[in-house]
């Protein structure tokens, strides 16, 4: 089974930055596209950035642009989010996912495979 394990989250100012790291192990594909995905308290989960395979390719929500960063390290199987200019608005539990479609970039669940347990990012104000 994929294992997805995010970590690099936790308490920041507003204007601050974290990085985030996720890991993916076990039987991964070959090629593979991922994602992140964000849940903020009592709100649905919803899409900030996507990476496709190899990594040239990279997509993000309007709500992120220019602030967040996706990034990968094929080598080390490892997908890094870089969080710049933090928001109270950006609070929320953080999920990597993985998609065995290398080359797409989605926006939604439904298009991901595998997912991460998730890591906490509370921005304060």
């Known amino acids: 089974q994929v294992q997805l394990v995010e970590s690099g989250g936790g308490l920041v100012q507003a204007g601050g930055s974290l990085r985030l790291s996720c890991a993916a192990s076990?039987?991964?594909?070959?090629?593979?596209?991922m994602g992140w995905f964000r849940q903020g308290p009592g709100k649905e989960r919803e899409f900030v950035a996507a990476i496709g395979w190899p990594g040239r390719t990279t997509y993000n929500a309007d709500s992120v642009k220019g602030r967040f960063i996706i990034s990968r390290d094929n080598a080390k199987n490892t997908i890094y989010l870089q969080m710049n200019s933090l928001e109270p608005e950006d609070t929320a539990v953080y999920y990597c996912a993985l998609d065995t479609r290398p080359l797409r970039l989605g926006v939604t669940q439904h298009e991901y495979d595998y997912w991460g347990e998730g890591t906490q990012v509370t921005v304060s104000s």
């Open positions: 076990g039987p991964t594909p070959s090629t593979y596209a």
